[in-house]
């Protein structure tokens, strides 16, 4: 696959193998942080304020004694400017309220 200026087509549209290469390599790089970023996304944390009321239902253990926590490492329940907060990744959030 060389390019040859005998079929009258300007060398400059001639493309190597070696850029080919750099071309694949660039769309799979762009692809890739293009899912990556995608995913950073989807499993942000979300904190969802809890009233009251739903703080005192906590039983049989009170939230202030709770260690949940979620697939990320995050605590399932945080104090966040003196209110309780659910943390929860967007996508929970979406599909599992």
Known sequence: MGCTGSDFSPLRHCITIKEM??????KLLVFFALVGCIAAWLVHPVYVPL???EVREFKPVPIEKRVDRDVFFFETFQRRQGRWCQCKSWISQQFFF
Request: hydrophobic share 35%; aromatic share 0%; no cysteine.
């Open 51 to 53: 009233s009251d009321a």
């Open 21 to 26: 290469a750099i071309r694949k390599r660039h």
